[in-house]
């Protein structure tokens, strides 16, 4: 059963920028999609942005248009979430999904990371 890891979240002003990292445990990663998912203090879970694996197309919530980039690394079966011009209400834990299959849903989840934007 794959695994992932993510890396990268921290403390960080408003203003700038942190970069996650998403890396999967399997030496074969093949996901149909893998996604950024982020989770506020009482709130509910929320789509941050996706990325097709094998044709590289990606999609966006509405909030993050323009201020993160997700990307992948094939190779390395390695998905990143570049984050600039971080606000205060972008402070959440920050969860990549696996969605393995086209027709499927995300099933795979990692841990998660911690991204406290300050003021």
């Known amino acids: 059963q794959v695994q992932l890891v993510e890396s990268g979240g921290g403390l960080v002003q408003a203003g700038g920028s942190l970069r996650l990292s998403c890396a999967a445990s399997?030496?074969?990663?093949?996901?149909?999609?893998v996604g950024w998912f982020r989770q506020a203090p009482g709130k509910e879970r929320e789509f941050v942005a996706s990325v097709t694996w094998s044709s590289g197309r990606t999609n966006y919530a509405d909030s993050v248009k323009g201020r993160f980039t997700i990307s992948r690394d094939n190779a390395m079966n390695t998905v990143y979430l570049q984050m600039n011009s971080l606000k205060p209400e972008d402070t959440a834990v920050y969860y990549c999904?696996?969605?393995?299959?086209?027709?499927?849903?995300?099933?795979?989840w990692g841990q998660g990371t911690q991204v406290t934007v300050s003021s």
């Open positions: 999904a696996a969605q393995m299959r086209a027709l499927g849903v995300y099933d795979v």
């Open positions: 399997a030496r074969t990663f093949s996901p149909y999609r």
